[in-house]
Every structure is written in structure tokens, then in C-alpha cells.
């Protein structure tokens, strides 16, 4: 088994880079279910064929923090039918949450229980609904459907007016079960490092700095005769890998687009890719801090998605962000007295001239979480900022955080599927995987496993 990996370092938009003594993750990560998700079941399956070798994967639990305002919201954890007593102790929580009305604070219960209701009962109609229809269904509250809205932005990347219903409240009731999201000791590039070692343990070899360049597949396209897949050709043209077999996680558009010649696809398939909606961007900030200001773990202050239908340059915009001190879930991260802040805000990729004024405006956000008078800006060690165009670069995806969006009408069974038209030719990552659903990746995790299932034969 060889992994090809264009850029220099494995994990891609779940890696990590080193600097000036900082452990740093290129996004910005929490991941819904941690020890009990996909990610871990990957370590563990190999596990058992190392016989007890494989690296480890350890999880450092994060509470949840919604903030939408003044109104600040902390949820007691895990939430289900079964934790009662944190059921009751949370709606006592969101009734004497400071800086929200008191119909609001009703609003916000009203929904929860609304929420869990729906959860107890039939999930088929929650697929052909949005979020925001679902809300507005159970609240016309703006500050109760911005609090729940919050998480939904953070899970999905998308507007959750287009986000399907169904996947929110799968994701959402497995986070609250599991007692809140999760983050990897040692960082985001911890998963990919465990991975690699896994491969390479299995005797794989995991080569980075190489790029693909086409698909090469054998055969006659035409009617009928039947097309196989023989290899990969890198860049340059000059050097051929063959292989049986080849699992592809690159974007769709690219892949049908770019790596695979055109008379190995049909005008179907390409219209179908090319009409595919991609989640939102990002803008996200990797601040390095000179001293320890901040306690909190993880904020989430809705609404942290910005579109250019609803932003205004120049003009107040209600910009909130995702904020990660991830020196606080693990110290080794920052050197000692250090800390490291993550901050994130997901945009369109048509907002990237803006990225100036958005990053100025997440600064401020940040201020705000911080205890006064400590001014953050006088505490700046370095500051790195991705935006857009920094992850299109990178990772390609058309610089979007959770690849294909997922919406009604590319959601379940109407996602694509992992075996293409060419055999031997495989699609894996949070784009591919038809009647899958979860969060970038641990969705991108269980794509994979789907995918092996399917080459292993032991799945039809
Ligand atoms: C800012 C940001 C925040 C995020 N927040 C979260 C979060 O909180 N929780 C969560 O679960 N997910 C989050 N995600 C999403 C998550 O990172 C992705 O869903 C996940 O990493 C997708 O994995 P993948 O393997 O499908 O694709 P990728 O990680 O994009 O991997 C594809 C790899 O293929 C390589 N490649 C591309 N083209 C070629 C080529 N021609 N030849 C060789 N190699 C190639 C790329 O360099 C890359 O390494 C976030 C992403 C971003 C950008």
C-alpha cells in the first residue's frame, strides 16, 4: 500500500505545523464523538491486527460554550432522556442566563424540549426539512434559534437555513450523549502521525511531496467493454505507480475534472459534480500568546458563518466566530507560560478581500473573552492567518472546510458513492459515502472504513 500526499506533511486539513516552540493546527478542530467516533475505531481495528502495537490516540473532552450576545450559554453534559437530572439542571441554566429576555430564556427550553421530542419520534421527514425550518417550527425566538444555530454552523459549515435537518440532529444528540466534542492530545496532526505510523507498522509507505497528476486506467471506452484502473502518474509525467487499485480523496471537480481523462466519465457524472454545493470557507487565526490569558477551553459565539448575501462591507455586521485555546486542553501545545489561540470564522470564498477587516473583527471578538484590562493585542508573540485562498492552496476542495455541503438534496442518499464507474477505481473522504453523515473528519473516518469494507469485499 502507498499513500501519495502532495504536500509536504500528512493530515490535510487536519494537520498540524511547528513554530517557534508552538504546536499549531492549520484549522481549526473539535471533533463530536473523540474516544467513541471513527477516528478512534480506525486506531483500535488496527490494534487488533498489531496485537496491541498501534500508536496511541488519546482525547481530552471539551464543554460546550454557545454565546450568541450577551447571552451566554453553558449546557450541563451529557443531555439524553437518560441523564434527566442534566436535562432539568440545563433548563435551569438557559432560565437564568444573563443578557437574554425572559421570553427567550423560555424560548431556548421550549426548543430543547421541542428538539428532543422530534429526536423520539420518526427521522425520515427531518430529511427533507432545513434546520432553520425545523426551528421555526418549534420557537420564533431569534436568540434561542441563534444559540441552537451556533452549533449547527460549527458542525456543518453552512448557513442553517441549508443545512438538513436530519444530520443536525444525528450529530447534535450524539455530541450531547457523549457529554461534548473532543480534541487530540498533541493536536490535530496527533490522528494523521497515528495514522501514518499504523500504515507504515502494516507495512504501507506513506510518501509526501507527491503530487498525482492523472489516473491511469486500461481499456477501451466504449459501451460495454469494461474499464479498469492501473495506477497513478505523478507530476511531471515522468514517473508511473502501478496498482490494482486506487482510492481517490481529492474534491469531486477535481477528480473527475482533472485527475481522470475525459473519455473515462460521462457528461452526466461531470454535470452532476460540477452542479455540487461546497460548504463554506474560513478565515482562521493561529495567535501565539507570551502568557496564559485566557481559562475558557472552547467558545462558540453565533453566528459564526458569514456569507456575502449577509454581509454589508463597512456597515455593523453580526460576525461572531469558533474560538479553540488549545493550550488549555493541552499544555505540551504552547511552552510553558504560553499559550495558543485558535479562532475561526467560516466565510465565503468570495468574502476573501474582506480578510483584513474579518480577522480585525475576531480580534475584537477575542478581546471580549478576555479578562479585563488585559489588552490581548499587547500579548501577541505571532500571528498566522489562513484564509481562503491560504486553504484552497493548500488542500485544494475548492478551500472548503467540509467539502461537499450537506444539505437536502446532497445529504444520505443522495451522496455519492464510494465505487466509481471504473473498477478498481475508489472515491474515499467527507465527500464521498452514500446514506453517511457526520462532521468533516469523522465523516471523512467513516468514509474510509466504508470504502475498505467495500474493496475487502465485505460490503456489497
Ligand atoms: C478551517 C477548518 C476547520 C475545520 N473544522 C473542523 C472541525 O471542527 N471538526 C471536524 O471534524 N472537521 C473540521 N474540518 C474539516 C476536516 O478537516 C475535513 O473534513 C477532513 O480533514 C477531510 O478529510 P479528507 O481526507 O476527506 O480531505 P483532506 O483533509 O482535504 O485530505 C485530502 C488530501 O489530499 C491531498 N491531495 C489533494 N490533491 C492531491 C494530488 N493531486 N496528489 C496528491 N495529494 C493530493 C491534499 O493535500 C490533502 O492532504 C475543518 C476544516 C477546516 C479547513
Not at 27 to 35: Q, R
Not at 416 to 430: E, F, M, N, V
Request: proline content about 6%; some cysteine; aromatic content about 8%.
Amino acid at each position: 500500500m502507498v499513500v501519495l500526499e502532495k504536500n509536504g506533511f500528512v493530515g490535510g486539513r487536519c494537520a498540524s505545523y511547528r513554530k517557534h516552540g508552538f504546536t499549531v493546527d492549520y484549522g481549526i478542530h473539535a471533533f463530536s464523538l473523540g474516544p467513541s467516533g471513527p477516528l478512534q475505531e480506525v486506531v483500535r481495528a488496527a490494534d487488533s491486527r498489531l496485537e496491541g502495537r498501534s500508536p496511541p490516540l488519546r482525547w481530552q473532552r471539551l464543554p460546550i460554550v454557545l454565546k450568541f450576545g450577551e447571552s451566554v450559554f453553558r449546557p450541563a453534559l451529557p443531555i439524553d432522556w437518560s441523564h434527566f437530572w442534566n436535562l432539568i439542571r440545563t433548563a435551569g441554566i438557559a432560565l437564568s442566563m444573563h443578557g437574554a429576555a425572559r421570553s427567550d430564556k423560555f424560548a431556548l427550553v421550549k426548543t430543547m424540549f421541542g428538539l428532543l421530542r422530534l429526536k423520539a419520534g420518526r427521522q425520515e421527514p427531518l430529511e427533507s426539512l432545513s434546520v432553520k425550518e425545523m426551528l421555526d417550527k418549534l420557537s420564533a425566538s431569534e436568540v434561542a434559534q441563534q444559540i441552537i444555530a451556533s452549533s449547527a454552523d460549527c458542525v456543518s459549515a453552512i448557513p442553517y437555513e441549508r443545512f438538513v435537518a436530519r444530520d443536525f440532529m444525528d450529530i447534535m444528540f450524539n455530541i450531547l450523549k457523549h457529554g461534548g466534542v473532543w480534541y487530540p492530545k498533541g493536536g490535530c496532526g496527533a490522528i494523521a502521525r497515528a495514522y501514518s505510523d499504523i500504515i507504515e507498522r502494516c507495512g504501507g509507505t506513506v510518501l509526501t511531496g507527491h503530487v498525482v497528476e492523472e489516473i491511469v486506467v486500461e481499456g477501451y471506452p466504449a459501451p460495454g467493454m469494461p474499464l479498469r484502473v492501473a495506477g497513478v502518474r505523478l507530476t511531471g509525467g515522468t514517473e508511473t505507480i502501478s496498482a490494482p487499485c486506487v482510492v481517490v480523496n481529492v474534491h469531486y471537480g477535481e477528480f473527475y475534472g482533472k485527475l481522470l481523462k475525459p473519455q473515462y466519465t460521462t457528461d452526466t457524472l461531470v454535470k452532476r459534480v460540477t452542479a455540487l454545493e461546497t460548504a463554506l470557507s474560513a478565515i482562521v487565526l493561529h495567535i501565539a500568546l507570551d502568557s496564559e490569558i485566557f481559562t475558557e477551553q472552547f467558545v462558540m459565539d453565533s453566528p459564526m458563518l458569514l456569507t456575502k448575501d449577509n454581509y454589508v462591507p463597512g456597515a455593523n455586521n453580526a460576525i461572531g466566530g469558533m474560538f479553540v485555546i488549545v493550550s488549555n486542553l493541552d499544555p505540551g501545545l504552547a511552552p510553558p507560560g504560553k499559550q495558543l489561540v485558535l479562532a475561526a470564522l467560516g466565510t465565503d470564498i468570495a468574502l476573501v478581500r474582506e480578510k483584513d477587516n474579518l480577522v480585525q473583527i475576531l480580534l475584537e471578538k477575542l478581546q471580549k473573552l478576555a479578562p479585563p484590562p488585559v489588552q490581548v493585542k499587547d500579548h501577541v508573540e505571532w500571528m498566522d492567518v489562513l484564509g481562503p485562498r491560504e486553504i484552497e492552496s493548500l488542500f485544494g476542495e475548492k478551500g472548503a472546510v467540509i467539502g461537499i455541503a450537506s444539505t437536502i438534496r446532497q445529504a444520505r442518499s443522495n451522496r455519492l458513492d464510494a465505487q466509481t464507474p471504473i473498477q478498481g477505481l475508489y472515491h474515499c473522504g467527507d465527500d464521498s459515502g452514500t446514506h453517511l453523515w457526520g462532521v468533516g473528519t469523522e465523516l471523512a473516518a467513516k468514509s474510509g472504513q466504508c470504502c475498505a469494507e467495500r474493496i475487502l469485499g465485505k460490503k456489497p
